[in-house]
């Protein structure tokens, strides 16, 4: 299964458009067409930016799948920018509330985790679907991350001894004064990947970094940063379910 038809199964859409007369290929999602199934010319226009995102480029395969047809309508793709899509709902994912909370209670996958950069994107066919809850594919912008979830909660252990280290490690001062704890090791932290100044280790708390802390840290990768900075983040987490907050 594919992100479209995941999607499409969960909306209640069937696939569109007219039997395929030959075995083909979706050049959106990459999934096979079956002689019968249905299918769709695609014939992209000027505004098209995803040229490098299709699964074939050449002219004798130039048709979409009955799932994808669906996603390249403006009110399906608004409805879809910053989402997680499961079996069983479409769950919003614009809010940091609701991005730090799924990352606290991962859905059963499968799930698709999208977070758009622009008003309008193609976005869900060209996000792998998450098949296990200890490997995120999600989709933000232009970037395709892969998030290491066992990787990123041993850091956010990490961070949290090295708080401890840290606070130890300041001049004794006024019960009721202490400062606000530390939320890691970096001098700031992004979730929209943008600056990597966010992620420079902060000069006075470098020493309070072991060899475990330095090697963890260097096996991070973006995904993981992203995880990391929206978990790190003072945010009180809200169910997206709730439809009261």
């Known amino acids: 299964m594919r992100a479209s038809e995941l999607f499409c199964r969960q909306a209640g859409l069937t696939p569109e458009g007219i039997p395929s007369k030959i075995q083909t290929t979706c050049v959106f999602c990459g999934d096979s067409i079956a002689v019968g199934e249905r299918c769709s010319r695609f014939r992209p226009d000027k505004t098209f930016m995803n040229g490098t995102d299709l699964c074939a480029r050449d002219t004798s395969r130039d048709v979409i799948c009955g799932y994808c047809v669906h996603l390249t309508k403006k009110t399906l793709m608004l409805r879809t920018q910053n989402v997680c899509i499961t079996r069983e709902h479409l769950l919003p994912f614009h809010k940091l509330a609701h991005k730090k ?46 998030v290491r979830m066992p990787l990123v909660h041993e850091a956010f252990e990490s961070f949290e001894s090295v708080a401890d280290r840290f606070a130890a490690s300041q001049p004794k001062i006024k019960r009721g004064d202490a400062p606000p704890r530390l939320p890691s090791p970096f001098s700031a932290l992004g979730y929209a990947l943008d600056d990597l100044d966010f992620w420079r280790i902060r000069s006075d708390v470098r020493p309070c970094l072991g060899p475990d802390d330095f090697e963890l840290i260097h096996k991070l990768r973006l995904g993981e940063y992203w995880a990391l900075a929206i978990l790190c983040s003072k945010k009180e987490t809200v169910n997206p379910l709730n439809p009261t907050l």
Not at 118 to 135: E, F, N, Q, V, Y
């Open 101 to 146: 909370w799924l990352l606290q209670h991962p859905p059963e996958p499968p799930f698709v985790v999208l977070q758009s950069d622009a008003k309008l994107a193609h976005m869900i066919w060209r996000t792998p679907i998450t098949l296990s809850k200890d490997l995120w594919y999600v989709r933000l912008g232009k970037h395709q991350l892969i």
